[in-house]
């Protein structure tokens, strides 16, 4: 029930929105039934009206809404206790898709958040639009920050490295820089991986330290158990429990898409480290 609960206040947008089809199609449903040229004129106006209907709800500032709000932010902490389970550091990764986050909140809730991943760039062009704005608010909490690019296997490695250096300034205390691979190139293996591996000594050369490379468990058997690979750490995206990764040097997991965080609207990835604090901040650039 609290999942249900938790959907509903995180995702107001889509519950207006279906609420606003349901309502279009009666309404069409309805007019159809009439005869006669108005049918047709009132038909057409509801065409017109719902694109803008969704216009104003997005320029609606849903947190004001008293409907909306919650007296204490549902948060499923549950998901990110590690005290049973062996040693482990909880952390997330965000992007744009998670749309405005206080941050301030985000610092004092009840998960034991020690690191955050924030998506800086997508490929040669394309700027993540929250990128800036949640480098400089998630500053001077207790985080330890990372930043990572989302690579786009048919775009240049160069031109994707230029575009991310140019944004992304690193500096003693945070993580490496990481290279997000999910997608196959339509030129094959061998092009995929002469990409990959420039991207990857580009960003070394330039931040002076070795790239984290995040891939689901797919991607990693297949293009990553080579003895050139050994060098780096990996960011594991596998949902179905840590067994699927017990046999694999990883140092990041990404364990569920489902975190629910006060500060954030929406569920968030969720992710923990292979160890404690301490070894997490020997990773770091020193």
């Given amino acids: 029930m609290q999942e249900i609960i938790a959907y509903i206040h995180h995702h107001p947008l889509r519950i207006i929105a279906g609420i606003v089809c349901v309502f279009a199609v009666l309404i069409t449903l309805f007019f159809l039934q009439k005869k006669g040229p108005k049918k047709w004129l009132i038909l ?7 694109p803008f209907a969704f216009r104003i709800v997005r320029m609606t500032p849903v947190k004001k809404i008293h409907f909306f709000t919650s007296s204490e932010d549902y948060e499923n902490v549950e998901k990110s206790s590690f005290e049973k389970n ?25 998960h034991p958040i020690e690191f955050i991943f924030i998506r800086a760039t997508d490929g040669a062009r394309i700027l993540d639009h929250e990128f800036h704005r949640n480098w400089e608010e998630s500053q001077g909490k207790h985080f330890i920050r990372g930043v990572y690019h989302f690579y786009r296997p048919n775009q240049s490695s160069t031109d994707q490295f230029n575009l991310f250096k140019s944004h992304v300034y690193l500096r003693k205390g945070d993580l490496p820089p ?4 999910e997608r196959n190139s339509l030129y094959g293996r061998e092009n995929l991986l002469r990409g990959v591996k ?89």
Avoid: C, M
């Fill in 86 to 110: 062996g040693i482990r550091t909880f952390g997330l990764d965000i992007s744009h898709h998670q749309g405005y986050i206080d941050w301030d909140s985000v610092a004092t809730s009840k």
């Fill in 178 to 181: 990481v290279l997000d691979l």
């Fill in 198 to 286: 420039n991207w990857l000594k580009l960003a070394e050369k330039h931040y002076g330290v070795k790239p984290i490379i995040y891939a689901n468990l797919d991607f990693y058997k297949r293009y990553f158990t080579s003895k050139e690979f050994k060098p780096y750490h990996f960011w594991i995206a596998a949902y179905s429990g840590r067994h699927r990764i017990s046999d694999l040097p990883w140092s990041f997991h990404q364990f569920t898409e489902f975190i629910y965080v006060k500060g954030i609207e929406g569920n968030v990835d969720g992710d923990h480290f292979n160890g404690n604090r301490k070894d997490l901040e020997k990773l770091t650039i020193h």
């Fill in 44 to 50: 057409t106006a509801l065409l017109f009206f719902i």
